[in-house]
């Protein structure tokens, strides 16, 4: 059984910010890469950012330079910290973990999302 639990999404007007937090708990014996996805009504799910676990990051063309990933492997826990939002932003955002488990090297899990909303 593995379980993440989303926190942190909430109403911003635009140009403020907003740190979401993810922690993964259950059967897993390690974490091969965490991060961040949204989805918004008729599109599909997009990858904001992640970071495996040897440090290596991804971001979204859209987000660069304005949000950042981050993680505390002790606490099995990633962040993301989402600065100077725009309406573009709104949307739900699903944790997920590539974890290792005693079935399989790799699977993914994922959260039940945070909405997160930009007022212009």
């Known amino acids: 059984q593995v379980q993440l639990v989303e926190s942190g999404g909430g109403l911003v007007q635009a140009g403020g910010s907003l740190r979401l937090s993810c922690v993964a708990s259950g059967r897993f014996y390690g974490i091969n890469a965490m991060g961040w996805y949204r989805q918004v009504p008729g599109n599909q799910r997009e990858l904001v950012a992640d970071?495996?676990?040897?440090?290596?990051?991804n971001y979204a063309e859209s987000v660069k330079g304005r949000f950042t990933v981050s993680r505390d492997s002790a606490k099995n826990t990633v962040y993301l910290q989402m600065n100077s939002l725009k309406s573009e932003d709104t949307a739900v955002y699903y944790c997920f973990a590539d974890l290792r488990t005693r079935v399989a090297s790799r699977g993914d899990y994922w959260g039940r999302g945070t909405q997160v909303t930009v007022s212009s």
């Open positions: 970071i495996s676990s040897g440090g290596s990051i």
